[in-house]
Each structure stands twice: as structure tokens, then as C-alpha cells.
T-cell receptor
Framework: GNSVTQMEGPVTLSEEAFLTINCTYT??????LFWYVQYPGEGLQLLLKATKADDKGSNKGFEATYRKETTSFHLEKGSVQVSDSAVYFC?????????????FGTGTRLTVIP | SAVISQKPSRDICQRGTSLTIQCQVDSQVTMMFWYRQQPGQSLTLIATANQGSEATYESGFVIDKFPISRPNLTFSTLTVSNMSPEDSSIYLC?????????FGQGTRLTVV
């Protein structure tokens, strides 16, 4: 089946620190992988995505590389800001099954302190 | 992209009552999804709603508890029926466009 395992939080970092949030997946087919972000009081927003192996998604200084050999899609940012404080969700969509619904990880809450 | 308006944004309801959540999209979409996000947990798909056909429910969710309407390509409703405190969650509407999914801001439901 399809599932996503995500690093548990919460994560607290100082401003300008390096961020890694681990995400691994299992899928029956060839999934697309996503990171979504939920800022306080707001809805889910797509942060970045990758649709095939070795693709790198990037946005707002965040990056994640689709690693088929390790079934991973770790989120990284070189220097976090207070405004990055949010909950981050790793997700996959397994198009081979014909479905467009998303399977989510449990979410990781990030707090960045000045 | 898509802009999704969901309402109400929050509600406090008595157990045993029902609440209908509305989801309006600014473009026509074939598939709409309803998710639940229980406190401290991830999102779980409740059902997929296609216009003109019955919604498809995921394991653990049934139509009698979560009836869904999809009268046209821009609108859907989810009803949470005969509510209990265990139904306290955030309910989110989502649409799939291309390789991405877009979400409404969610409805925060508290059942007392």
C-alpha cells in the first residue's frame, strides 16, 4: 500500500540554522512526492513537489530530492527564518492506481526562534 | 492553481446534531476530495466526490455518517451527521489540478 513516514516533531531551531525534515515513503506504483506547509491559522499550501526519481523540488529556499533508491524525500533549508515556523507535511500521490488523492505523513511542527 | 472557499471556518456543535460544510472552487474541477485532520494527527481522506456520481468513501467512512453532495463542477458539501465529540476535527476540501492539490482553509469543528 501507500504510506508516508515523517520525522516526528516538534522541531525548534534558531534563526539561520540548517533544517532537515526526514520523509520516507512506500508506494505500489511510481508516486509523485510533495511537501505541504500549514502556517498558523491558514490552510495547507503546496511548498514543492517532484514527479520522478532524481527530480529536485525547490521553493522559498526549501529543497527536496526524490530518491528512489532510499524511498526518501527529505526537506532541507540552509538558513531558516522565523517566518518559516509552520507545520510541514510530506505527501505522495500514486498515479498508477488512477487516484489523485494524497497520502500524508503525520506532519512536523517547526518553530524558529530569533 | 485554484482558490477554494470553505465555510463555515469554525463551529461548535452539540452532540447528536449535524453540520454541513460547503466548498466552493473558482474553477471547474472533476474531482474534489474531503479530508479530516484530527487533533495532533495527519490528514485522512474521507471520500472522493465526482460530479454526477456517488462519492467514493475510504475505509472507515460511510455515507450515512458523512453524506456528500456534488451538484456541479465548482461546489460540494460534506455533512457530518449525528455528531459526537470524536468528530471534533478540522475538515478540509481539496481539488486536484495537474500534479498538485489545493486545499481550502478548513472547517474547525468542535463537538460538545
Amino acid at each position: 500500500g501507500n504510506s508516508v513516514t515523517q520525522m516526528e516533531g516538534p522541531v525548534t531551531l534558531s534563526e539561520e540554522a540548517f533544517l532537515t525534515i526526514n520523509c520516507t515513503y512506500t508506494a505500489t506504483g511510481y508516486p509523485s512526492l510533495f511537501w505541504y506547509v500549514q502556517y498558523p491559522g491558514e490552510g495547507l499550501q503546496l511548498l514543492l513537489k517532484a514527479t520522478k526519481a532524481d527530480d529536485k523540488g525547490s521553493n522559498k529556499g526549501f529543497e527536496a530530492t526524490y530518491r528512489k533508491e532510499t524511498t526518501s524525500f527529505h526537506l532541507e533549508k540552509g538558513s531558516v527564518q522565523v517566518s518559516d515556523s509552520a507545520v510541514y507535511f510530506c505527501a505522495l500521490s500514486d498515479h498508477q492506481t488512477g487516484a489523485n488523492n494524497l497520502f500524508f505523513g503525520t506532519g512536523t511542527r517547526l518553530t524558529v526562534i530569533p | 492553481s485554484a482558490v477554494i472557499s470553505q465555510k463555515p471556518s469554525r463551529d461548535i456543535c452539540q452532540r447528536g446534531t449535524s453540520l454541513t460544510i460547503q466548498c466552493q472552487v473558482d474553477s471547474q474541477v472533476t474531482m474534489m476530495f474531503w479530508y479530516r485532520q484530527q487533533p495532533g494527527q495527519s490528514l485522512t481522506l474521507i471520500a472522493t466526490a465526482n460530479q454526477g456520481s456517488e462519492a467514493t468513501y475510504e475505509s472507515g467512512f460511510v455515507i450515512d455518517k458523512f453524506p456528500i453532495s456534488r451538484p456541479n463542477l465548482t461546489f460540494s458539501t460534506l455533512t457530518v451527521s449525528n455528531m459526537s465529540p470524536e468528530d471534533s476535527s478540522i475538515y478540509l476540501c481539496s481539488v486536484a489540478i495537474g500534479m498538485g492539490a489545493f486545499f481550502g482553509q478548513g472547517t474547525r469543528l468542535t463537538v460538545v
